[in-house]
């Protein structure tokens, strides 16, 4: 009876042992591969203290099993962000390599300044560069972005720009910063921004303010 008790005894031992040392394994493992550290690459302050508490709720989170989505969505929804790169570097660390938006232009909604990004979002305004062009009208983001990329596809610089003006109808006005207005068309602003530089080198035209380019196949010129 002595002897099957001390059996008992050694074998209750040897599973708590087991059980103990698999538990202890396995907070250990567990502990090694939580994030501890987050390394945000791309943005510079004043943006980085503000961007990186959004990601806080992530520290000690187990970096095999980070909800993705949750975690991509919550970098994506920062208005700064034009795209980024997640990295892990293992066992507990996620670096986050970002690309900042390109303001293109400022514009009013609603008695309030915005900066519209290249990423399409807006951003409440702050001092970064007083130099970017101000929308007048109310266009979609789609069709500012769409005049950018024209532009920057034409002989014209984007940054020579001072203000632009959208109509109801879908066409713009653009200012230079030399105050010459362009009314362009709606249609076919490509061939017509082409038009319209070559003007700019005559020397007969240089002291006009207005070139009004709005009717197909014309350049209208007005001091």
């Known amino acids: 009876m002595h002897q099957q008790t001390d059996k008992n005894l050694i074998v209750y031992l040897f ?38 508490s959004n990601i806080y709720d992530f520290y000690d989170d187990n970096i095999f099993f980070i909800e993705r989505d949750i975690f991509n969505n919550l970098i994506a929804s920062n208005t700064l962000v034009e795209n980024f790169h997640v990295f892990k570097k293992y066992p ?39 130099e970017l062009p101000f929308i007048f009208g109310n266009p979609d983001i789609d069709e500012v972005l769409k005049l950018n990329l024209i532009i920057n596809n034409s002989k014209f610089k984007y940054d020579d720009l001072k203000n632009l003006y959208y109509y109801k109808s879908g066409r713009w006005d653009v200012e230079t910063k030399k105050n010459i207005l362009i009314k362009l068309p709606k249609e076919d602003l490509a061939n017509v921004l082409e038009t319209v530089f070559n003007f700019q080198f005559n020397q007969s035209f240089k002291n006009y303010k207005i070139i009004d380019a709005r009717i197909k196949n014309q350049i209208i010129l007005n001091d």
Do not use: C, R
Not at 109 to 130: A, P, Q, R
């Open 92 to 130: 507990s660390k996620l670096q986050i390599n970002i690309n900042k938006t390109n303001f293109l232009a400022k514009k009013n909604i609603d008695g309030e300044n915005f900066l519209v990004g290249s990423n399409g979002k807006l951003t409440k305004y702050f001092l970064l560069n007083d």
């Open 15 to 52: 599973f708590f042992i087991v059980l103990s040392t698999f538990h202890n394994l396995t907070f250990k493992v567990s502990n090694f591969f939580k994030i501890n550290s987050i390394e945000i690459i791309g943005f510079e302050n004043p943006f980085l203290d503000n961007f990186k």
